[in-house]
C-alpha cells in the first residue's frame, strides 16, 4: 500500500498514549501504525518500585498491549530495537528491519550510576520488570537463608543508593514489606536495617521543605535510616564506600540514584543534552522533519524556570497528545501545535497508606488524602488507556 507509515518505539506510557491516539485521530486508510516493543506486554514504571519491594506482583503492574491496542488495527512487533539509521528512515531490530515515514522514539529511561566506580556491576537498578523482580528475589532469599545458614546480620541489610522520588517510594514499600518478611521467616525486626543513602544535604532534592520533613518522619518512624550529604565513591560486592573510606555493608544493594534517555538514541547519531534529545516546541528532534521524540528520552526547556521538565509519566502522556496531533497535521500539511505541559502535580508515595505530594499548582497534601490522590492518578491513566474497563482489572481500588 502506499499509506503513510507510523512507527512507534517503546510501548511505555509515552508510546501506548501516543499509538491510542493515533488511532483515534486517524481512520485506518489514513496511515498504516506500527508499535515496536522489546515484550507482548506494557508495565507501568511508576510502580516499579513496588515490584522490586515485593508489595507487588508483577503482573499487577503490566497488561498484555494486544488487551488495549486493537492488533488488527495497529501492527504488533515484539522485538528490541538496536539502532535507528535515520538516514534510511529504517529501525534495525534484533531480529530484522522496519522501514517509517514517521517516527516516534518513546523507549524510556535507563539507570545512570555517573560512573561512581563498581556500581554498575553490584547494584540492581529499577528498570523494568525483570530486573524488579531479581530485586525482590534476591531480597527473599537473604531472607530465607538466614536462619538456615547462620548468615551475619548485615545480609538482611538493604542499602538504596539515592534519595529521589524513586529511592524514597522503593524505601516507603519496604518499610511494608520487611515485617512482614521478618515474621515469615521468624527474624527480629530489628535486625533488618533499610538504609537509603544520599550526596545532597537533604533528601528529595528539589521538593518542598516541609513535605521532605513529613516524609522523612513517616520513614523513620518505620524503621528507615536515613544518611544525608554522604557522598557514595565506591559500590563493592557488599557494601557503599562512603566518603574517605566508610563502609556500609548490606546484603542487597539497590541504585536508584538516576536515569537517562535510552542509549539508543546516542547509538543512532542524535546529538545528547544529557543523554537526552532536546527536541524543538513541536517534539521534533533538531533538524528532522519525521522524528518525534518523547517521555523520558526527551529534554523539553521549561522556558518560564529555565530549567528541563522532570521526567515523569505525567509529562510523557502529555507529550503523547501533542505529538499525535502533530503526526496528523503532517500528513495534512497543516501547522505543527507546540507542546504546553499542565503540571497537575507530584505525589510520591510513603507505603501503602501514606504519601505527600502537591496538587493543584501548590496545594500541599499529606497522609491518606495524598495516599488516595495517588490513586486517583494512577487510575486517570489507566482510564485514558483502557477506560473503565482497564480500571476494574488493573486499578487501585479501594475494595
Ligand atoms: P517507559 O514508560 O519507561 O517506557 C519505555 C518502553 O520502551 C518500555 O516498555 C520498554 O520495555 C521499552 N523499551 C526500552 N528499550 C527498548 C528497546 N531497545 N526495544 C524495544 N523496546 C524497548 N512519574 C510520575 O509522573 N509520577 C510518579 O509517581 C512516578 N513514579 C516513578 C516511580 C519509579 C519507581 C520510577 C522508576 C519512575 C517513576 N516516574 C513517575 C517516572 C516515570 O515512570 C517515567 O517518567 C515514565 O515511565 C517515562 O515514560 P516513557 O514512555 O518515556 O518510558
Known amino acids: 500500500t502506499n499509506k503513510p507509515k507510523i512507527v512507534v518505539l517503546g510501548a511505555g506510557y509515552a508510546g501506548m498514549m501516543t499509538t491510542k491516539r493515533l488511532t483515534q485521530k486517524l ?7 506500527v508499535l515496536i516493543n522489546k515484550h507482548n506486554y506494557h508495565y507501568q514504571s511508576t510502580w516499579l518500585h513496588e515490584v522490586a519491594a515485593g508489595t507487588k506482583k508483577p503482573n499487577e503492574a503490566r497488561m498484555m498491549i494486544s488487551d488495549v491496542i486493537n492488533p488488527r488495527r495497529v501492527r504488533l512487533i515484539y522485538d528490541s530495537v538496536v539502532e ?4 534510511e528512515n529504517l529501525v534495525v531490530l534484533e531480529n530484522g528491519e522496519v522501514t517509517y515515514d514517521y517516527l516516534v522514539i518513546s523507549l524510556g529511561f535507563e539507570s545512570n550510576t555517573f560512573g561512581i566506580k563498581g556500581m554498575e556491576e553490584n547494584a540492581f537498578s529499577i528498570q523494568d520488570i525483570d530486573s524488579c523482580r531479581l530485586i525482590h528475589d534476591h531480597i527473599e ?9 547462620d548468615a551475619s546480620d548485615d545480609s538482611l541489610t538493604i542499602l538504596v543508593g539515592g534519595g529521589g522520588f524513586t529511592g524514597i517510594e522503593f524505601v516507603g514499600e519496604l518499610a511494608e514489606q520487611i515485617p512482614k518478611l521478618c515474621k515469615k521467616y521468624d527474624i527480629d525486626r530489628s ?3 533499610i538504609i537509603d543513602v544520599e550526596a545532597a544535604p537533604r533528601i528529595m532534592p ?5 513535605l521532605v520533613a513529613y516524609a522523612k518522619k513517616s520513614l523513620e518512624d518505620r524503621g528507615v535510616e536515613f544518611r544525608e550529604n554522604a557522598k557514595i565513591s565506591e559500590c563493592k560486592e557488599d557494601c557503599f564506600v562512603i566518603g574517605e573510606g566508610e563502609e556500609i555493608k548490606a546484603g542487597t544493594i539497590v541504585w536508584t540514584g538516576g536515569v537517562t534517555g535510552n542509549s539508543i538514541l546516542g547509538k543512532s547519531g542524535f546529538e545528547l543534552t544529557k543523554g537526552k534529545v532536546s527536541v524543538n516546541a513541536d517534539l521534533r528532534a533538531p533538524e528532522e522533519e519525521n522524528i518525534f521524540v518523547l517521555g523520558d528520552c526527551s529534554w523539553v526547556m521549561d522556558e518560564e524556570a529555565g530549567r528541563p521538565y522532570p521526567p515523569t509519566a505525567q509529562l510523557a502522556i502529555q507529550e503523547a497528545d501533542t505529538c499525535a496531533a502533530n503526526i496528523k497535521a503532517l500528513l495534512y500539511s ?3 501545535e507546540s507542546f504546553v505541559f499542565d503540571n497537575k502535580g507530584t505525589v510520591a508515595s510513603l507505603g501503602k497508606k501514606d504519601a505527600m505530594g502537591t496538587v493543584f499548582s501548590d496545594k500541599r497534601l499529606y497522609g491518606t488524602p495524598a495516599a488516595a490522590m495517588k490513586n486517583v492518578i494512577d487510575n486517570r491513566y489507566l482510564f485514558l488507556l483502557g477506560g473503565p474497563k482497564l480500571i476494574l482489572k488493573k486499578g487501585k481500588l479501594p475494595f
Open 334 to 336: 497543516e501547522p505543527l
Open 27 to 33: 481512520g485506518v486508510d489514513e496511515a498504516e501504525i
Open 206 to 210: 528539589g521538593f518542598d521543605d516541609e
Open 141 to 149: 532469599y537473604q531472607f530465607a537463608k538466614y536462619n538456615q545458614e
Open 191 to 193: 535486625k533488618a536495617r
Open 84 to 87: 535507528i539509521k535515520k538516514d
